[in-house]
């Protein structure tokens, strides 16, 4: 099994930056599809990107152009660079992992979750 740990999470005014961070567990790290989702109180868990285990990405259109995702698979780590960041920003941001079973955009693919970090956007 994964366990994912994420970190970075926090308060930051509109139009800043805030750089995510999700620890993974194992030694499978490298073979596993990563992936970000978020959820804002009283919404449901959106797609925000994914990366392959060769460093493929794709994004959200509500994020495209304003965030980067990245792995280190020496480092067993994910990362999501956000930029620009908005109120509606605001969620809890979970890492997830797959072993490549579907589509990166539906969370139901996803096999391993973290408990999530918060990020407040303030305007």
């Known amino acids: 099994q994964v366990q994912l740990v994420e970190s970075g999470g926090g308060s930051v005014q509109a139009g800043g930056s805030r750089r995510l961070s999700c620890a993974a567990s194992g030694r499978t790290f490298s073979t596993l599809l990563m992936g970000w989702f978020r959820q804002a109180p009283g919404k449901e868990r959106e797609f925000v990107a994914a990366?392959?285990?060769?460093?493929?990405?794709t994004y959200a259109d509500s994020v495209s152009g304003r965030s980067t995702i990245s792995r280190d698979n020496a480092k067993n780590t994910v990362y999501l660079q956000m930029n620009s960041l908005k109120p509606e920003d605001t969620a809890v941001y979970y890492c997830?992992?797959?072993?490549?079973?579907?589509?990166?955009?539906?969370?139901?693919?996803?096999?391993?979750w973290g408990q999530g970090t918060q990020v407040t956007v303030s305007s």
């Open positions: 997830a992992a797959q072993n490549y079973r579907g589509s990166y955009y539906w969370r139901t693919n996803y096999d391993y």
């Open positions: 990366i392959t285990w060769s460093g493929a990405t």
